[in-house]
Structures are given as C-alpha cells and as structure tokens.
C-alpha cells in the first residue's frame, strides 16, 4: 500500500460544479497536509496548508481533513476552466524532516 | 511574496555533457531547497534535500556523483546533472522552504531537461 492515494482521474466537469478532489494515506505520522495546483509544464502552486482535523477556506477553496479516517479533500466551487489543472495532494510528518509526500495527481479539466 | 524562479526553463544538451540547473528565491531566505524530478503524467519524486551551507541529503536510488547539488547562499542553490545521458531527460523543479514559513514548500517554474 502506498504512503498516499489519489485518484489520478481524469475528471471532467462542467462550468460551476463543484469539485471534490480526495486522498488518502496510511502513514499516521503525518501531521500537515497541503494541496498544489500545477499547470501543464508548470512548477506546482500552493493552494491550501492545514495542520488540523477540520475544515480551512480561502476564496472558492475548502480544504478538510479527517485525520482519524486518514482522509483529506479539496473542495473548488463554482469551478471555471482556469481551475483546469493537476490537483497535488501532499504531506509531512513535521519535526526536522521537511520533506513532503506526494499523491499522484489528479487531472482536472472544466469545461465552458 | 515566497516566489522562487529557476534558470534555465528548458535546455537540450547533447550526451555525455554536464547541465547546470540554478534556482532562487527571490523574496525570501530558503534555508532549505528541495529537488525533484517528475516524469510525463507522474507525481513529483524528491531527489535530495539541501540547507545552506550544509551537504545535501540525497533520497535513495539517486546518485550523489551524478546530480551534484551545491547551496551555497540562502538564496541559491543549483543542480548539476553530470555526463548527461537520454534517460536523465525530465523535468526538474525546485522548491524553497524559508526560515519563520512554517513547512509550507514553494515550487519553482521546473526546468525541462533533453538530453539527445
């Protein structure tokens, strides 16, 4: 079983749906957790940080984690087609060790 | 503000060749930087981790002799891919984690490497 699961889509959506893009992990030691957007050959762009089980919103984002299910989402409303893109999920442990692990991606496409 | 710019965006060398990589941040002091590596349609692969002025930490599987990385300011660090070969043909992308930013990482724009 992998550290972090994510669907890799694709997922195709019209113009003003809601989007829910989800991950799972196995690794409870993971303490933060964060969601990147990248652009076709574009470096990834920091959407949303959160470090507690709950919900966290900027704008037409909704970042939630549930930690006793290992489980975390993104929610985009009223999506539009610039919110096309590959959705990163991604997760540290904290301490000294900084790195992150990465989900797959998940490939969104919207559509006018 | 936390924005971090790679140098080249695209280099096509020819095998056998070393490439430079730089990457900066530009408004903030990274003490820590990150190199990863993603291939076509897959996640990002963490390389190595460096703090300035320190040697970088390299994750296993990756070869220290042949991705040299130096950070060298709070503001640099680079990636030299020695004696190049096609299957070193990627997308290379930094990222920055700077003092006081809490474990949040900021992605450079990558560099797209082509080694004929």
């Known amino acids: 079983q992998k550290e972090v699961e994510q669907d890799p889509g694709p997922l195709s959506v019209p113009e003003g749906a809601i989007v829910s893009l989800n991950c799972t992990y196995s690794?409870?030691?993971?303490?933060?957790f964060m969601w990147y957007r990248q652009y076709s050959r574009k470096g990834p762009e920091l959407l949303m940080y959160t470090y507690s089980s709950g919900n966290k919103e900027d704008g037409r984002f909704t970042a939630q984690v549930d930690k006793s299910s290992k489980y975390i989402s993104l929610f985009i409303r009223d999506s539009q087609p610039s919110d096309s893109a590959t959705y990163l999920c991604?997760?540290?442990?904290?301490?000294?060790?900084?790195?992150?692990?990465f989900g797959k991606g998940t490939l969104l496409t919207v559509n006018p | 503000g936390a924005v971090v710019s790679q140098h080249p965006s695209r280099v096509i060398c020819k095998s056998g060749t070393s490439v430079k990589i730089e990457c900066r941040s530009l408004d903030f002091q990274a003490t820590t930087m990150f190199w990863y590596r993603q291939f076509p349609k897959q996640s990002l692969m963490l390389m190595a981790t460096?703090?300035?002025?320190?040697?970088?930490?390299?994750e296993q599987g990756v070869e220290k002799d042949k991705f040299l990385i130096n950070h060298a300011s709070l503001t640099l660090s680079t990636l030299t891919v020695t004696s190049a070969h096609p299957e070193d043909s990627s997308f290379y992308i930094c990222?920055?984690?700077?003092?006081?930013?809490?474990?949040?990482?900021?992605f450079g724009p990558g560099t797209r490497l082509t080694v004929l």
């Open positions: 990222s920055a984690r700077g003092q006081g930013q809490g474990n949040e990482q900021f």
């Open positions: 690794n409870s030691a993971f303490q933060y």
């Open positions: 991604a997760m540290g442990s904290g301490g000294s060790n900084y790195k992150l692990t």
């Open positions: 460096s703090n300035e002025g320190s040697k970088a930490t390299y």
